[in-house]
């Protein structure tokens, strides 16, 4: 699938404590545990957001991800409904659901029943940027690029949205990595057509 309508104008990937931006390399991090790692992101590329901090990892991952894909990429042009969010994992929000369990015996915790839904990380993102556009949260064995793209596609064609942030985003006790893009109808950025080939270039 390739159309001329649709560009993939940033991205970025984190795996390794490693982040790529637009296929470069921004900053490295080696030997850093994970919460360390995404309070170092939040340190680096936001600024002051308190409820970072009340984040699972899920969330926070996602949430920096975005905080440096939609660097220099303003959304401020779009109504909040026309920007969209679709991502996708394989774990879904087992770590936060296991860490929740672990408290039931004795009191229960809403600060970690509140993120024991995938989808919950698209309500922080949304919440941050004003975003009220389409969404979806995908279950899969992998990324599943040809499906995000098709999706996203089928959204940008049908006018659902003008632009869409999308992509993978997993995280399971230390693993994880978060492969997003921003896609919009207007050529700017890095302006790469949007295609599975070019999603999976910039993986």
């Known amino acids: 699938m390739n159309n001329v309508n649709a560009y993939i104008t940033s991205s970025c990937v984190i795996r390794n404590n490693t982040v790529i931006k637009n296929g470069q390399s921004i900053l490295e991090a080696p030997g850093t545990v994970l919460p360390e790692f995404l309070r170092s992101l939040y340190d680096r590329f936001s600024g002051q957001y308190p409820k970072f901090h009340k984040m699972d990892l899920l969330s926070k991952l996602g949430w920096a991800a975005v905080e440096i894909l939609l660097q220099n990429m303003p959304l401020e042009g779009y109504a909040p409904e026309d920007t969209g969010v679709v991502l996708a994992n394989t774990s879904s ?12 015996s004795e009191i229960a915790s809403p600060a970690l029943f509140v993120y024991t839904l995938p989808n919950i990380v698209i309500g922080e993102i949304s919440i941050r940027h004003r975003l ?21 596609q089928q959204l940008l064609d049908t006018g659902a949205v003008q632009a869409c942030i999308c992509g993978w985003l997993e995280q399971y006790h230390d693993q994880y990595e978060a492969a997003l893009y921003l896609v919009e109808k207007q050529e700017r950025g890095m302006a790469k057509p949007l295609s599975a080939a070019e999603i999976q270039k910039l993986y």
């Open 93 to 104: 929000s087992l770590d936060t659901d296991e860490r929740y369990y672990e408290t039931v």
């Open 132 to 152: 009220k556009g389409e969404n979806a949260f995908f279950i899969a064995e992998g990324f599943d690029i040809p499906f995000i793209t098709g999706y996203v």
